[in-house]
């Protein structure tokens, strides 16, 4: 325990390294309320941000191998679950049935571990811990050729990368299963350097050599001197690039992580201060092994590694991995920090994929400034997938959409319509007369119905982004058609709660042009509760004739109800397979 009491907690408290490992777990009877040196804590669980709550049921996924069914009855019944990060420095599992606590695991990153004392702090300013998302899924080990459920996670600005959990069973203890079971690996800067602070969610897939694994950009900053504390990090990135990073993980349980045969590591780009963003895995064949996978960089670039070749050094060979497409600097550097979303391309998936994506970002102070940004534009970008025609996209072959006006809380769109033979894909920037605010795309875009969904953040200008602050700024939640950004022949959202979707949700402006006042469906409407956290979840009523959306943001919780368009279209997007 003595690295706990690195900072800030000293001895001349009379205190032992137990009694502040007690305190972590939940004693209070050293807090100043009872007389103590330990900060009084409101409430035992530490704030929850930027981590997403994960729901795990009992094994549901489609392998087809005999010894998977077998494993998926035997825990039929096993308790389903709740994950979730948290900035008291642990991730939490919870039973989804009544909330009692099953696990709360400290990741033993030493940016973490190094910080816990400060919790214990009388003067405790906020910091971030166990801060990042999620994914769960089912791995084959052949070890022991069992089945196994894994929990992967990241710690996004608590610290540089990720830990894995083995939940199998979904019953913890101090004796059994071992925690020395349950904690599968851990891969941070240590085992190397650039790897950087994750932002992203991690995915655990199924590689084409039949190997389980977690996949992950290397996120960023993984160049920085310093810690979060303001300890230097001796583990420091010397080209500082992007990275796609792909962790075998039963060849991980043992710690010992060697480059080409316990993970691989993809370097893109040349450019320093890189960075590479959430990945977006694809399963072009439903075989449930990932062909393809796609992520965006600092940089502005889409690319595309393809990963179907047994041999997994083949990977890392120049003609398997692309650049899809490229962002203008024309208006600013157009970034890239948020996940891709990438379904069959609008005529079937003979045609390709189309891939969606937003630029922009919110990580440091001068990205909430309103003026003297750099204007940020969503896209749907065709990627062909054929190995004879040139993958790169320009923008001379985007159809574009723009927004047109703003009004009563709503937004109204061009409804430019697509041109197959001669277009690429489509691009709306994110800039109202000209003007864009400083307006981006920081959360996951969502292809439902035929339809994109995405938020947006218009940045309020405040110099306080700390986790408390509502001041951030404001948000858009918009929905186009997926297949070339125009507006949607119906109001998408339900704006005066009658029910309907009609003329009454219609928004009216006055015509530039012919000057008069006109009506069309809106494509987006402003958030009644603050900044957007990300995708909204949707939820359908009892009638399958409206459809919830479900809106977390910064001011609170509220629901939106969406037009439901009926389809019988195959596979919109290949989030679920994973």
Same mark, same amino acid.
């Given at each position: 325990y003595a690295d706990l009491f690195n900072k800030p907690l000293a001895k001349k408290n009379q205190i032992t390294e137990e009694d502040l490992v007690n305190y972590l777990r939940g004693d209070k009877s050293k807090s100043t309320a009872a007389g103590g040196p330990f900060r009084t804590r409101a409430s035992?669980?530490? !704030?929850?941000? &930027?981590?997403?709550?994960?729901?795990?049921?009992?094994?549901?996924?489609y392998y087809s191998e005999p010894s998977y069914a077998l494993f998926s009855?035997?825990?039929?019944?096993?308790?389903?679950?709740?994950?979730?990060?948290?900035? !008291? @420095?642990?991730? &939490?599992?919870?039973?989804?049935?009544?909330?009692?606590?099953?696990?709360?695991?400290?990741? %033993?990153? %030493?940016?973490?571990?190094?910080?816990?004392?400060?919790l214990a702090a009388p003067n405790y300013d906020h910091r971030f811990y166990v801060d990042g998302e999620l994914d769960s899924g089912d791995v084959y080990f052949d070890s022991d050729q069992k089945w196994h459920t894994v929990l992967a996670g990241v710690l996004r600005s608590g610290g540089q990368g990720l830990y894995a959990l083995d939940i199998t069973e979904g019953l913890f203890s101090e004796s059994s299963p071992s925690p020395e079971t349950t904690a599968l690996l851990e891969f941070n800067d240590r085992d190397d350097p650039?790897?950087?602070?994750?932002?992203?969610?991690?995915?655990?897939?199924?590689?084409?050599?039949?190997?389980?694994?977690?996949?992950?950009?290397?996120?960023?900053? %993984?160049?920085?001197?310093t810690y979060p504390s303001g300890d230097s990090d001796p583990y420091i990135s010397s080209n500082k690039k992007a990275y796609l990073f792909i962790l075998f993980i039963e060849q991980g349980k043992d710690g010992v992580w060697t480059p080409d045969t316990d993970y691989i590591k993809i370097p893109v780009g040349t450019s320093n201060d890189n960075g590479l963003a959430e990945v977006f895995p694809v399963d072009n064949d439903s075989d449930l092994k990932v062909d393809y996978i796609y992520a965006g960089d600092l940089d502005g670039k889409i690319y595309k590694f393809d990963v179907r070749d047994k041999d997994p050094l083949n990977w890392k060979k120049a003609e398997n991995?692309?650049?899809?497409?490229?962002?203008?600097?024309?208006?600013?550097?157009q970034v890239i920090t948020t996940p891709l979303m990438v379904g069959p391309h609008p005529n079937g998936l003979?045609?390709?994929?189309?891939?969606?994506?937003?630029? @922009?970002?919110?990580?440091e102070l001068s990205d909430n400034l309103k003026s003297n940004q750099p204007t940020q534009a969503f896209y749907g970008i065709w990627d062909e997938n054929k190995s004879n025609t040139p993958t790169l996209v320009g923008y001379a072959n985007l159809l574009q959409q723009s927004?047109?006006?703003?009004?009563? !809380?709503?937004?109204? %769109?061009?409804?430019n319509k697509?041109?197959?033979?001669? &277009?690429?894909?489509?691009?709306?920037?994110?800039?109202?007369?000209?003007?864009?605010?400083?307006e981006k795309v920081i959360g996951s875009p969502k292809l439902h119905n035929g339809r994109i969904i995405f938020t947006t953040l218009i940045p309020s200008g405040s110099s306080d982004l700390s986790v408390c602050s509502s001041n951030i700024g404001t948000s858009w939640l918009m929905e186009l058609n997926a297949s070339d950004g125009s507006r949607l022949g119906i109001p998408p959202y339900d704006v005066n709660g009658d029910g309907l979707f009609t003329q009454a949700d219609y928004i009216y402006y006055i015509d530039p042009v012919t000057k008069k006042e006109v009506s069309v469906p809106h494509s987006g409407i402003k958030s009644s509760v603050g900044v957007l956290g990300g995708t909204p979840g949707i939820l359908m009523d009892a009638s399958n004739t409206i459809e919830y959306k479900v809106l977390s943001g910064s001011n609170g919780i509220t629901t939106q109800g969406e037009s439901v368009i009926q389809t019988n279209e195959g596979r919109q997007s290949?989030?679920?397979v994973y």
């Open positions: 035992l669980l530490g !704030d929850m941000v &930027h981590s997403s709550p994960l729901y795990i049921g009992p094994p549901n996924q009855q035997s825990l039929a019944k096993r308790t389903p679950m709740v994950a979730v990060g948290s900035n !008291d @420095g642990m991730v &939490h599992i919870f039973s989804a049935k009544n909330g009692a606590p099953l696990l709360s695991y400290v990741p %033993s990153n %030493s940016t973490v571990w190094n910080q816990l004392g400060y650039d790897m950087g602070y994750v932002f992203g969610k991690p995915h655990i897939v199924k590689m084409s050599n039949n190997k389980w694994a977690i996949i992950t950009g290397n996120g960023y900053n %993984s160049g920085k001197l991995i692309k650049v899809v497409f490229e962002t203008s600097n024309a208006d600013g550097q003979q045609y390709g994929m189309m891939v969606y994506f937003g630029t @922009g970002k919110q990580i927004i047109l006006a703003e009004n009563n !809380d709503m937004r109204a %769109s061009t409804d697509i041109d197959w033979t001669k &277009h690429k894909g489509w691009y709306m920037k994110l800039e109202l007369d000209g003007a864009n605010r400083g290949w989030q679920e």
